[in-house]
């Protein structure tokens, strides 16, 4: 029963539909559990509930919005691609999927944390297609790594401005044995797509832009400031933890002292990926008189590639 008059989610629903009798609830997935153990295995982030369950149901159908009712009833799985899965092993290789697809994600495409994600939609959209094709060969994976930063640029307007389409219209294309028609069919499912180029002048972590900026930035390999050293995706996790943002890995060189557009630009940023280093007093420092001469000199030559 719901008392705090709160519509519930649909992973709420889900959980509590298909919850399993208490004895034994411990030692049983659970989509809050895949999320922890993902996390646990990869420091990619907390994924979400909702994100959770709609990767489990991309990789059983080609839907991840349809009904959840009766989604392990006898009935449904007549008609499932995974018609004799029982629960928990739906739960399991769904897992598993969504470590292939966060690796990818992490190794291949550039996007090492959640809160780089521009959409977490095509995270869904991956785990089905790293279900069905664990390993895809190097020519596929870069066809994919294409698609997914045409996808991040464009949005959900290819798809009529919903982000319910897009992952249904994704997921769609994904057919379970045929890895190449599944490729060919992603990328030209971003043919429509007008490319072009993020706009600099507007920089907001909470925005797409605000993703795949810092991505860009991810990949030149960044130093600390201060000791020169390469900051690697440990620091990352660490930092941003639960984050739903890079927020506080982007701070602002001037947030007083320039025209107000200015300050939403993407040059007026300093990223700094690591949780035992400030960017904010990095910047403090590095604009007082005893970082200028003696001994803040030589502290600043290292970092001056970052």
């Not at 392990?72 to 018609?83: I, Q």
Request: aromatic share 8%; glycine share 6%.
């Amino acid at each position: 029963m719901n008392n705090y008059g709160k519509r519930l989610s649909r992973a709420e629903i889900f959980s509590a539909l298909f919850a399993g009798p208490e004895e034994g609830a411990a030692e049983r997935l659970s989509l809050a559990r895949i999320a922890e153990r993902v996390d646990a295995e990869t420091g990619f982030g907390l994924i979400d509930a909702n994100t959770v369950l709609h990767s489990i149901l991309a990789r059983r159908g080609q839907d991840p919005m349809r009904d959840i009712r009766n989604e392990f009833s006898a009935d449904n799985r007549r008609t499932a691609e995974n018609s004799d899965e029982s629960q928990e092993a739906a739960y399991a290789e769904g897992e598993a999927a969504l470590v292939r697809a966060v690796r990818f994600l992490q190794d291949d495409v550039g996007v090492p944390h959640l809160s780089l994600l521009t959409y977490r939609a095509l995270l869904v959209v991956l785990v089905r297609f790293f279900a069905h094709f664990p390993d895809p060969g190097d020519r596929n994976r870069l066809l994919l790594r294409r698609f997914y930063w045409r996808a991040a640029i464009s949005g959900p307007t290819v798809f009529k401005g919903s982000f319910t389409q897009m992952s249904r219209i994704l997921c769609a294309v994904v057919k379970p044995g045929r890895v190449e028609d599944s490729v060919q069919g992603l990328t030209k499912s971003m043919e429509s797509s007008v490319r072009t180029l993020p706009n600099a002048r507007r920089f907001r972590t909470n925005e797409a832009v605000g993703k795949i900026i810092p991505c860009s930035w991810w990949a030149l390999r960044p130093r600390s400031p201060l000791t020169g050293e390469r900051l690697d995706a440990g620091d990352l996790s660490i930092l941003l933890n639960d984050q739903s943002t890079a927020a506080i890995a982007v701070h602002r060189i001037y947030p007083r002292g320039v025209p107000k557009r200015q300050q939403f630009w993407a040059a007026n940023r300093l990223f700094v990926p690591d949780a035992v280093e400030s960017g904010d007093s990095f910047l403090e420092s590095a604009t007082s008189p005893s970082f200028l001469v003696g001994e803040g000199v030589r502290a600043r030559a290292p970092g001056r590639s970052f």
